[in-house]
């Protein structure tokens, strides 16, 4: 056998290996499509021709009914986080709430900003030991000292709220949470990422990906009865829901061992039997944006590849070890896909080094090589029906960011797909080389950018 035919037997294998998977994976997303746009479609010539479509100012008149606790952990943060509570205090729009944030007793410099905030409704909460541990530890420390909190007030909180220390928060959150802690043990708002102009390429595939996430997936995720993960921000958990956790797990409601234990929250309260539920509303009728949770996602590719690395090391690896497959069938369907980030990674560069073997030939026949032998009938008719899906998820992802980020974005969303591409190659051999090792031991954290001044909430709001 000669090398050109070696060669051109291994492009083809890949190619098929490929061309198959990427079939039943598109084949996959596009049901999630249907079921998006028919659920649109039933509600709008159902609900809405009876109903008007709801906003977030309608859902929350009235007056607030509880005590509303916002959870920030926080380790090497001294530079944002400042910023961070000062930003919220003049933001939220809710007359009763106490941010506890979490630092490390060898982090002064994080104490120190935290103290400096100077506000009652702030309290530093120290981790007795050396950081970084994990998130999920700080939040369990987080947890116990709410729970001190309330015996000596003699109050409890109504629900637990989630941040992270550069988060940029929507004034309407608290009363939105407020209003629902009643109706779901877990309370989602969209994540929506801000761009970062100097990071078009990398920070921007995250506006991407999350416009078209926290656009239909979760919708869809809601629609089906799989319970709605956490995204870690933005996100409110009833004060029974938790405590039903916190009871079954030693007084630490949050997966100590976790490299991504907002994810798993929600599913665990999910499993519990309350529900969970995604909300995406707008600020008021004909407001452009919705209520959201703001910020800044990682600007270059190591810090990029650490982070995607970590969420798929914690939802595809471990939890398919932690959290295992129970649930109805909408459940075990989005644990399926959740957990195909690896295997779509392995995909990935089976139909890049594919790609390559075959540019490669192509150019050895143009020097004069035999030509390469031609694709099978299968392969040439996958390759047409994968490209045909391809186009169709191109205008998707076009169309999700179109909407939250205007056209330009939308436009720039197209080469932006190679790039989350590498990323997620990159980061599935960094999770599979992690999880081999037994995960990480402590808080994985990448560096965090508060939003520029003018991003900023203007003045105190009301209450």
Aim: a neutral charge; one cysteine or more; aromatic letters at 10%.
């Amino acid at each position: 056998m000669t090398l050109q035919l070696f060669l051109a037997e291994c492009a083809a294998e890949l190619a098929l290996f490929a061309a198959v998977g990427f079939f039943l994976f598109s084949i996959d997303d596009l049901l999630v499509d249907i079921i998006f746009f028919a659920r649109n479609g039933w509600r709008a010539i159902t609900v809405y021709r009876r109903h008007p479509r709801g906003d977030a100012r309608s859902l929350v008149e009235g007056r607030p009914s509880g005590w509303l606790v916002v959870m920030i952990p926080a380790w090497d943060e001294s530079a944002v986080i400042r910023a961070m509570l000062r930003a919220t205090l003049r933001s939220f729009d809710h007359p009763d709430y106490t941010l506890l944030v979490g630092y490390y007793r060898n982090d002064p410099a994080t104490r120190l900003a935290i103290e400096g905030v100077a506000d009652p409704r702030v309290m530093a909460v120290e981790v007795p030991s050396d950081g970084p541990t994990t998130k999920a530890d700080c939040l369990n420390h987080l947890y116990a000292f709410l729970v001190r909190l309330e015996a000596a007030s003699g109050r409890q909180a109504r629900a637990v709220v989630l941040h992270d220390a550069e988060d940029l928060v929507h004034p309407l959150e608290l009363r939105i949470f407020d209003q629902l802690a009643d109706r779901a043990g877990v309370i989602q708002l969209p994540v929506v990422p801000l761009p970062d102009r100097s990071s078009e390429w990398i920070s921007g595939h995250y506006c991407d990906e999350f416009a078209e996430s926290h656009g239909k997936e979760l919708v869809v995720r809601e629609a089906v009865g799989a319970s709605i993960p956490l995204a870690g921000v933005g996100c409110a958990i009833s004060r029974f829901a938790i405590a039903r956790l916190a009871a079954a797990h030693d007084g630490k409601p949050f997966a100590g061992g976790s490299m991504t234990e907002d994810y798993e929250m929600g599913l665990r309260i999910g499993a519990l039997g309350e529900r969970t539920i995604f909300v995406r509303l707008p600020e008021s009728p004909g407001h452009p944006g919705v209520v959201a949770s703001r910020g800044h996602f990682p600007n270059t590719l190591g810090a990029a590849v650490r982070q995607k690395a970590r969420w798929l090391g914690g939802i595809a690896f471990a939890g398919w070890d932690r959290l295992g497959w129970r649930g109805g069938l909408g459940e075990r369907w989005f644990r399926l896909r959740d957990r195909r980030g690896p295997f779509a990674a392995v995909l990935l560069l089976a139909g890049y080094l594919s790609a390559l073997l075959w540019g490669q030939l192509w150019l050895a026949s143009k020097l004069g090589a035999p030509l390469p032998p031609q694709a099978s009938p299968l392969l040439a008719t996958l390759l047409h029906v994968n490209f045909a899906l391809l186009l169709w998820r191109v205008f998707m992802r076009i169309a999700f960011t179109t909407h939250v980020y205007g056209f330009g974005e939308g436009l720039a969303s197209i080469p932006r797909i190679a790039i989350a591409n590498l990323i997620a190659i990159l980061a599935a051999g960094r999770a599979l080389f992690l999880h081999a090792g037994g995960g990480p031991k402590k808080w994985d954290k990448t560096e965090h950018i508060f939003p520029a001044d003018h991003l900023l909430p203007a003045g105190p709001a009301r209450s």
